[in-house]
């Protein structure tokens, strides 16, 4: 796929402010997301107070939030495109959504300790990942018309952008006020909400009917690996975000690190450097639509991604009085945020834009693969990193790491694209697995 075969797409003349079920799917994914973001921040401060969890051990947790991605990332994309979507996103909710409220309920008895709590860590990431990989390829079935691609990228692009600017600082006072274990029954809460909305969609989904061939699990994985791997495009994006994953996690659990033991800055001062910088995201999750039209897509994404992996050198090189610290900090993840939330609405809107209805699980489970396996891996580094040489000098290795990768960012062929590919073409395997599957 090049320049050449890419298409500048009208926006429709209707918005999905009209689609009354993709409303109602936003609305629980918000919710959900906002949790979550308290989720991220209340579960490692949960090893940190009420166990005194190591760097290592800090790393270890993030890990094992992720490294589900790893393992069952690809497995169930192809569960996912033999299967109602929604039904296994229902499923990935309510098991969320008890995991969580565990948490407390272990507290108050006094039955919590840091193996369970790492346990609980690990099932909520496998549960996650069985979630992520159905509702990106839920979603064009609630959307249906391609040239919403971009808004539907936009809105949920904006409902993490926003769930990252209220989340950190809701998290910094609920923890404050309530503890850290006792402060997940919010995201617990969350799910609830979200399984309410989804129970709510009344858009008809396809039942999925028995294969016309034999289905082999192995060859169904390789049909994704190699859909994403042999197209330059999907593949540039996937490895690109792999290593803009691990910069991200590794400099957010690094971070934290650093401001609680070094700093020792307060829970809310945490939340508030998070929440006021990911007002960036916000910000770049709103232009993106008004941007792409006017840019060239590639230029976008090149600049988007660039100050994604410039964002954290600002952290690296911090010095001063506490505030003018702080203010750095602010502008790093500010920085960070305003290109991730541009950069997401494109990549979103080239995935779903280049990929078949039949293929559109696996492919999103190889992208979640490598983006949360990039992040898996960017937590557990960063815990041994900061406890061999300290998280300042971690976090300066981890800011020099991330802006290598500028390097490939502009040798990628995303960044030479005029527009959104054209609609691709079903590949034999897929197209009569996608038959069966009505």
């Known amino acids: 796929m090049t320049a050449a075969q890419t298409r500048t797409v009208e926006p429709p003349k209707e918005s999905l402010w009209r689609n009354g079920d993709f409303l109602k799917f936003w609305l629980g994914e918000s919710l959900s997301l906002l949790g979550t973001q308290v989720t991220n921040l209340a579960l490692p401060l949960t090893a940190v107070t009420a166990f005194d969890a190591t760097d290592e051990q800090v790393g270890v947790l993030r890990f094992l939030q992720l490294?589900?991605?790893?393992?069952?990332?690809?497995?169930?994309?192809?569960w996912v495109d033999r299967a109602r979507r929604r039904r296994l996103m229902l499923g990935a909710n309510l098991v969320r959504m008890v995991l969580l409220a565990l948490v407390p309920v272990l507290y108050w008895t006094d039955a919590l300790s840091l193996v369970s709590l790492l346990v609980i860590a690990c099932a909520v990431g496998v549960a996650s990942v069985l979630f992520d990989v159905s509702w990106m390829s839920y979603v064009p079935t609630l959307v249906r018309d391609p040239r919403h691609y971009v808004e539907a990228g936009a809105?949920?692009?904006?409902?993490?952008?926003?769930a990252d600017v209220a989340g950190p600082g809701l998290a910094g006072v609920l923890i404050g006020a309530l503890t850290a274990p006792v402060a997940l029954i919010v995201d617990a809460f969350s799910y609830l909400v979200s399984l309410a909305s989804l129970l709510l969609i009344r858009t008809p989904e396809p039942r999925p009917r028995p294969s016309a061939v034999r289905r082999h699990l192995p060859t169904e994985l390789r049909d994704g690996l190699r859909w994403v791997l042999k197209n330059p495009v999907l593949r540039s994006l996937a490895l690109i975000g792999f290593c803009c994953n691990f910069s991200m996690v590794?400099?957010?659990t690094m971070f934290l690190l650093y401001g609680t033991r070094d700093l020792h800055l307060a829970p809310t001062t945490l939340g508030g450097i998070f929440a006021t910088?990911?007002?960036?995201g916000v910000i770049g999750a709103a232009i993106s639509r008004k941007v792409i039209r006017r840019f060239r897509l590639g230029l976008v994404y090149l600049v988007a991604q660039s100050a994604l992996l410039?964002?954290?050198?600002?952290?690296?090189?911090?010095?001063?009085?506490?505030?003018?610290?702080?203010?750095?900090?602010?502008?790093?993840f500010f920085t960070t945020y305003l290109g991730l939330g541009v950069a997401g609405v494109?990549?979103?809107?080239?995935?779903?834009?280049?990929?078949?209805?039949?293929m559109t699980g696996r492919m999103t489970a190889v992208f979640r693969t490598l983006l949360f396996g990039g992040g898996a891996l960017g937590g557990l580094s960063a815990g041994l990193l900061s406890g061999r040489i300290g998280a300042h000098g971690a976090l300066t290795a981890a800011a020099i790491g991330s802006a290598a990768v500028l390097i490939a960012l502009v040798l990628s062929p995303v960044s030479r694209l005029g527009g959104l590919p054209t609609a691709p073409e079903e590949p034999v395997r897929a197209a009569a697995d996608g038959q069966a599957a009505g």
């Open 346 to 358: 494109i990549i979103v809107s080239l995935r779903q834009a280049g990929t078949p209805q039949s």
């Open 155 to 162: 809105k949920t692009g904006m409902s993490s952008s926003a």
């Open 67 to 78: 490294v589900p991605y790893l393992g069952l990332a690809l497995v169930f994309g192809v």
């Open 310 to 332: 410039i964002g954290p050198t600002l952290i690296a090189v911090a010095a001063g009085p506490r505030p003018v610290m702080v203010g750095m900090f602010v502008l790093s």
């Open 277 to 280: 910088a990911s007002v960036g």
């Open 250 to 252: 590794t400099v957010w």
